[in-house]
């Protein structure tokens, strides 16, 4: 089974940072990662779909990037809204989610 | 629109069995893959199987032959049961879409479930 290992667990910015989360799978996935967004309470909402798409009404400071084992969600300009849990999801083989990044406004 | 919604059990006794229904909306079971994940309190996310759009299953091994999915597709549902529950089987289970492009697109809002002795 292919392992995600998510980095970091916990981060905090101030409004206005640019903030990068990582996701590195265990092997090769072929680009096959989405990012999600959960907000306290909530079910996780699609942000990004193999590795770069911006999903639909996801606001253009959301972005990816990564190839091989190696994957980042950035947010340009971090905004008060974005308080939220992040995670990746691998969809090469089976599906297996990363452990997660708490985020906060500092 | 899309939607799926869970309804279930809110607390289900120690070394019982879970039964969960996802009906869907906006889209068609033979069309798309239906999955389920949990999530325990304060932690992650984890896979536990899938319903395939022509009808097959596919399961984490991690739940050996606990978990069982089906689906009625007259009904547009889903559905989880699993049995020998423990207590660390206390989450929030979510039904999920797979989008056209792979991985889950669309999600229910979840139930919680507590397991109790």
């Known amino acids: 089974d292919i392992q995600m290992t998510q980095s970091p667990s916990f981060l905090s910015a101030s409004v206005g940072d640019r903030v990068t989360i990582n996701c590195k799978a265990s092997q090769n996935i072929n680009k096959y990662l989405n990012w999600y967004q959960q907000k306290l309470g909530e079910a996780p909402k699609l942000l990004i779909y193999?590795?770069?798409n911006l999903q639909t009404g996801i606001p253009s400071r959301f972005s990816g990037s990564g190839s091989g084992t190696d994957y980042t969600l950035t947010i340009s300009s971090l905004q008060p809204e974005d308080v939220a849990t992040y995670f990746c999801l691998q969809h090469s083989s089976r599906l297996t989610f990363g452990s997660g990044t708490k985020l906060e406004i500092k | 629109q899309v939607q799926l919604k869970e309804t279930g059990p809110d607390l289900v006794q120690l070394t019982q069995t879970l039964s969960i229904t996802c009906t869907v909306s906006g889209f068609s079971l033979t069309t798309y893959n239906v999955h389920w994940v949990r999530q325990p309190p304060g932690k992650g996310l984890e896979w536990m199987g899938a319903m395939w759009n022509g009808g097959g299953t596919d399961y984490n091994s991690a739940f050996k032959s606990r978990l069982s999915i089906s689906r009625d597709t007259s009904k547009s549902q889903v559905f989880l049961k699993m049995n020998s529950l423990q207590t660390e089987d206390t989450a929030k289970y979510f039904c999920?879409?797979?989008?056209?492009?792979?991985?889950?697109?669309?999600w229910g809002q979840g139930v919680m479930v507590t397991v109790s002795s």
């Open positions: 193999n590795t770069n």
């Open positions: 999920a879409r797979q989008g056209y492009y792979g991985g889950l697109d669309y």
